[in-house]
Structure formats: structure tokens, C-alpha cells
């Protein structure tokens, strides 16, 4: 059974620090893509980043680009997401997601098929 868990999610102020991490369990790590998604209150799921465990390529929606990093422990069947200077806009509950991809990733939500449950993430201003 695909088992996706996602924790690290908290209260920061702006400007701050989080790692989230996202484990993985019951599939060939090395063979899935890894997305991580937000969902703003009202607002529609986006994509944030990713990272293909094949090739090590990632991908950033601009307005994160410079402040957020993606990376994959293998040996761990995690990947973290490490989100600095964090803003208010940024608040929302993120989810990993994953999608047996090889290749370039993407983050098309209808792409992936399996999700966690998501963890929050509030910056206060």
C-alpha cells in the first residue's frame, strides 16, 4: 500500500524557517516523482516544487524560486522541503504527492496519484 506522511508543518513568523518532510512507504522509491502542493483557504491547490528520484531534476513555481529547496533522501524514502523566509501568502496546508514519473517532474496535481494528508504551514506577519 502507497503510504505518503507528511510532517514539519507549524506556526512561524515571517521570515522564518520550516522543513518539511514527506515519507514514503509501499512503492519503488527511486522510480516516483515527488510533488509538494498548497491549498490556500478559497483558493485553488498549486504546485510548488517537485523533484524526479530518476534523475534528480526539480522544479519551483516562481514566487517560491530562492527560498524554498527540495531534495530527496533515498536511503530514507524521504523528501523534504526546506522553506526559508517564509511570507505570509505562504500559509496554507501543503501535501506531498507522488507519481511514478521518470524523468523531468511536474506539478500537475491531475498527474499524481497518490497523496498524503497533509500538513499545515501558518506565517504570521
Known amino acids: 500500500e502507497v503510504q505518503l506522511v507528511e510532517s514539519g508543518g507549524g506556526l512561524v513568523q515571517a521570515g522564518g524557517s520550516l522543513r518539511l518532510s514527506c515519507a514514503a512507504s509501499g512503492f519503488t522509491f527511486h522510480d516516483y516523482t515527488i510533488g509538494w502542493f498548497r491549498q490556500a483557504p478559497g483558493k485553488e491547490r498549486e504546485g510548488v516544487s517537485c523533484?524526479?528520484?530518476?534523475?534528480?531534476?526539480?522544479y519551483y513555481r516562481d514566487s517560491v524560486k530562492g527560498r524554498f529547496t527540495i531534495s530527496s533522501d533515498l536511503a530514507k524514502n524521504t523528501v523534504y522541503l526546506q522553506m526559508n523566509s517564509l511570507k505570509p501568502e505562504d500559509t496554507a496546508v501543503y501535501y506531498c504527492?507522488?507519481?511514478?514519473?521518470?524523468?523531468?517532474?511536474?506539478?500537475?496535481?491531475?498527474?499524481?496519484?497518490?497523496w498524503g494528508q497533509g500538513t499545515q504551514v501558518t506565517v504570521s506577519s
Open positions: 504527492a507522488a507519481v511514478r514519473l521518470l524523468g523531468s517532474c511536474v506539478v500537475i496535481a491531475s498527474v499524481y496519484g497518490h
Open positions: 523533484i524526479s528520484n530518476s534523475d534528480e531534476s526539480t
